[in-house]
């Protein structure tokens, strides 16, 4: 009994053509044409656009170098403490706030004048702040929290138009465990 041999031709796949050169040649002629035609398009509506007309209106700030200059004014440097994890935690607090040098005079004299009365609003965010918060690098639930505070007691209203307090700046410590 012999076995049949198994052939050695490959099977040809008659269903796909041969592409021919010159079919290769329209396709390509057909993607440049319409390339072409969408660049043609693209530069007519830039060329008929023309330019955008820009006009100035009365809502510019005013850009005196007065204005742009900034005060920093240190507003609280304490050890504050947070016990809502149940142990107590004092953090070394700075509280720095910037505002307009033309604006200085007036902001020193309400925290002169309020002094006391900030003091113990910040202590008391601080006391009921969460402990996630608080253990933030950039501190930035708080430091909203302090600048919404004095936004509402200096400026009446929490994001004015024209905000003599342009930003508060809290420089804090690690927090340290006092007792368990």
């Known amino acids: 009994m012999t076995k049949p041999r198994p052939s050695t031709e490959q099977p040809t796949n008659e269903s796909t053509p041969p592409k021919s050169k010159a079919t290769v ?14 660049a043609l398009i693209v530069g007519a509506f830039m060329f008929f656009a023309g330019p955008v007309e820009v006009s100035a209106g009365d809502e510019l700030v005013s850009s005196s170098t007065e204005d742009q200059r900034i005060s920093e004014i240190m507003l609280i440097d304490e050890q504050l403490t947070n016990d809502r994890l149940g142990s107590v935690y004092v953090y070394p607090v700075e509280i720095y706030v910037h505002v307009p040098e033309n604006e200085q005079l007036w902001f020193n004299d309400l925290v002169g004048q309020f002094h006391n009365e900030i003091r113990a609003e910040v202590t008391a965010l601080w006391r009921s702040a969460d402990p996630v918060a608080l253990q933030d690098p950039r501190m930035d639930v708080v430091t909203s929290r ?16 024209h905000p003599r307090i342009r930003k508060v700046v809290i420089v804090c410590g690690t927090g340290f465990r006092v007792r368990g």
Request: aromatic share 4%.
């Open 25 to 38: 040649k329209t396709m390509g002629m057909a993607t440049l044409v319409l390339v072409l035609e969408a």
């Open 146 to 161: 302090v600048e919404t505070l004095l936004r509402n007691r200096f400026e009446g209203e929490a994001s004015p138009e």
